[in-house]
């Protein structure tokens, strides 16, 4: 697929698909290592959500349209209504996501700027008020 991706945007600016590779592959480690927060994860191969992590941040910071036209609109909340999302799993996924951008060699605005949108992003799903109110169980 080729597109035309504009070298104003954050993600040429940043450098690409090779980041946004790197973040996703990073943060998968993470969750993998971790077996409790693992079992939020519908899958047992967490390939096909690194992909589509990758595929969202990278549409979203001016790449590739891939993650629309695969999928449709992002609809964020409703995708991530069935995962019991409270404060814990809110800040253990906050916690992988900020050691994976930490491997990324981002000029610290470049860092800044994808932080923010991290953490704005990783409280706007959260959908319960604390952990325990519904058990992990997704779908």
Excluded at 23 to 51: Q, S
Aim: hydrophobic share 35%; net charge negative.
């Amino acid at each position: 697929m080729s597109e035309n991706i504009s070298p104003h945007s954050f993600y040429a600016q940043v450098g690409g698909a090779p980041v946004f590779e790197k973040l996703c592959r990073e943060f998968y480690l993470r969750v993998a290592a971790d077996p409790e927060f693992k079992a939020m994860y519908p899958e047992e191969d967490l390939e096909p959500a690194e992909r589509r992590l990758r595929m969202f941040l990278e549409q979203y910071w001016g790449g590739p349209k891939t993650y629309q036209i695969e999928r449709g609109h992002p609809r964020l909340r409703m995708r991530h209504m069935p995962f019991a999302i409270g404060p814990k799993e809110r800040d253990i996924w906050l916690g992988y996501m900020r050691e994976a951008v930490d491997t990324l060699n981002l000029s610290p605005l470049h860092k800044a700027e994808l932080w923010d949108y991290l953490e704005r992003s990783a409280h706007a799903m959260q959908n319960r008020a604390s952990s325990a109110e519904h058990p992990h169980n997704p779908e």
